[in-house]
């Protein structure tokens, strides 16, 4: 277990580094480069070769990413010029609001479509499979953020049962008043209630047919201490995976719900940064997100380990 601990990290830090290269090398592929970007097309050559020279995109890539990374050790993810503030700052601001929506639209997902999957799979081809199907297929098939404006239209425009978006800024502005908070968090549950279930349904129904069901049963075990003691048991260990690798869709799809809804996180910030071309801003923030990433990951390879006894790591 230790050995792939310590693989798992090693390669953690491979596709960092990976990454943070890549993102640093988009920054720079900005037209005029980030500076011109920054600035704007009125800004005359010699103010573009001051910043370069101020900032020091004037010296070779390598450079600058070994400045920057030294600046990350050092706690500084960098300043963003456009906000007049640190990105940590920006992170104390942003990040636990996106906690809030991410981490309530999660749950509420789960609550729902892990038992609807094991429905799906104890009652599988019954009418109720059947339409459980086809609300998984429509979550697979269209955008959340279509989801999310049809929402705003039904609940919000039409019958004024929720507001379209949050009424403050702040952690506790957002908990403060739960009405605002729910068309976000439903969207967003929605968008991953089709993941679970389809999932759920399939691991169950795998495990159904093992042979540790059949001993469990001819050992007199009640149908309902093999399903729930047994089967649900190592069917989970698919959602823990799955919750892991997922971590990329479960961003991504916060960026488009905290846009429609304007919901004041990281997502909302991200956009805005782009639209605004604050490079530092979108620099931070994918660092953010890559490590979350990467450690999602490793905590469900260990969560696979834990839920698993078979599972041996040499």
């Known amino acids: 277990m230790i050995g792939f601990l310590v693989r798992r990290i090693l390669q953690a830090i491979l596709v960092t580094f990976f990454v943070t290269v890549f993102t640093l090398a988009l920054v720079h592929a900005f037209p005029g480069g980030p500076v011109r970007a920054l600035l704007g097309p009125r800004a005359t050559p010699a103010q573009v070769a001051f910043f370069n020279h101020e900032y020091g995109f004037d010296q070779p890539f390598y450079v600058q990413y070994g400045r920057w990374v030294w600046q990350l050790l050092q706690g500084n993810l960098g300043y963003s010029i456009k906000l007049n503030q640190t990105i940590t700052s920006e992170l104390k601001q942003y990040l636990p609001n996106t906690i809030v929506l991410v981490g309530l639209g999660t749950i509420v997902s789960l609550l729902f479509g892990i038992p609807l999957g094991v429905y799906q799979a104890v009652r599988r081809y019954t009418l109720g499979d059947y339409v ?183």
């Open 132 to 314: 459980l199907t086809g609300v998984s297929f429509l979550g697979y098939a269209t955008p959340v953020f279509f989801i999310a404006l049809l929402l705003v239209e039904w609940f919000s425009v039409d019958v004024h049962l929720f507001p379209a978006a949050p009424s403050g800024n702040t952690f506790g502005a957002l908990l403060g008043n739960p009405r605002a908070i729910v068309l976000p968090i439903v969207a967003y549950a929605f968008l991953l209630y089709a993941l679970w279930s389809r999932y759920m349904r399939s691991s169950v129904m795998d495990n159904l047919v093992q042979d540790y069901v059949r001993t469990a049963r001819a050992k007199g075990a009640s149908e309902r201490r093999v399903l729930w003691g047994h089967i649900f048991r190592n069917s989970l260990i698919s959602i823990v995976t799955l919750l892991g690798l997922s971590l990329p869709t479960l961003v991504a799809g916060a960026i488009f719900i905290e846009v429609v809804f304007n919901w004041p996180g990281m997502g909302l910030a991200f956009y805005t940064a782009a639209q605004n071309v604050d490079y530092a801003t979108l620099l931070g923030f994918t660092l953010v997100a890559t490590v979350a990433t990467i450690v999602g990951n490793l905590l469900a390879d260990v969560g696979y380990a834990v839920l698993d006894p078979r599972v041996r790591y040499s």
